[in-house]
């Protein structure tokens, strides 16, 4: 994680808790299979209300279309009936549960709805894991001052992580069956963070 944003989200963190690890995230780029990873836009929150004004919407605009950040028919669509799970095992699909299950939630809270440019990042502390949003400018990459909590996870309901395949695309994997999709960066960060984390050669457990 870089510095300046390691530090800003460490001088945030809630009294008693301590910093043990964090990256960034943001929606993987493979999986588009016919029930992706991409969130309806209804269940993606909005963040950073106070920041990008004017200028920062007509970007945002821009931006969302330049990157593709809009919906699909396949977001309309969930696969949670647990008799489908082992055909999705074996599909080594992006995504498997309803937008109501844990995976659901966090890829939710992995593709916030922003009129500024942000850092989306998961933060591990000694009691959670954490989501937090930190605005940065697109063009220059500069970090405002906001540091913005979201979606909090026990650290006991993740039970396992996997890649996907040979790209920056993991598979988080929770304790009621269900799992999700992300890209995670530095790759270095997530490894340190989860150094269980097992290969796209081994099934989805």
Same mark, same amino acid.
């Given at each position: ?31 588009r299979?016919?029930?992706s ?24 605009g ?6 593709? @950040? *809009?919906?699909?028919?396949? !977001?309309?669509? %969930? ?6 799970? =082992? /055909? ?20 939710a ?23 937090v ?35 920056? @695309? *993991?598979?988080?994997?929770? !304790?009621d069956? %269900? ?6 960066? =530095? /790759? ?18």
């Amino acid at each position: 994680m870089w510095p300046d944003l390691e530090e800003k989200i460490v001088a945030a963190l809630p009294r008693g808790e301590r910093f043990v690890g964090g990256f960034s995230v943001m929606r993987a780029a493979t999986g588009r299979d016919a029930v992706s990873c991409d969130v309806p836009a209804q269940r993606r929150p909005r963040v950073l209300a106070g920041e990008g004004g004017l200028w920062g919407a007509l970007l945002s605009g821009f931006f969302k279309g330049a990157v593709n @950040d *809009v919906g699909s028919p396949s !977001t309309r669509e %969930s696969v949670e009936d647990p008799a489908g799970r =082992p /055909e999705r095992q074996e599909r080594n699909a992006s995504f498997f549960g309803g937008w109501d299950s844990l995976a659901g939630q966090w890829l939710a809270a992995a593709q916030p709805r922003s009129r500024a440019g942000l850092v989306t990042a998961v933060v591990l502390t000694d009691r959670q894991v954490r989501f937090v949003y930190v605005p940065s400018r697109r063009l220059t990459g500069r970090l405002g001052d906001t540091v913005e909590w979201g979606a909090c996870f026990s650290r006991d309901v993740l039970a396992w992580t996997r890649r996907r395949d040979t790209s920056l @695309d *993991v598979q988080f994997g929770f !304790t009621d069956g %269900s799992w999700g999709t992300v890209t995670v960066a =530095p /790759e270095e960060d997530f490894l340190k963070a989860f150094p269980g984390t097992l290969s796209h050669l081994v099934p989805i457990p």
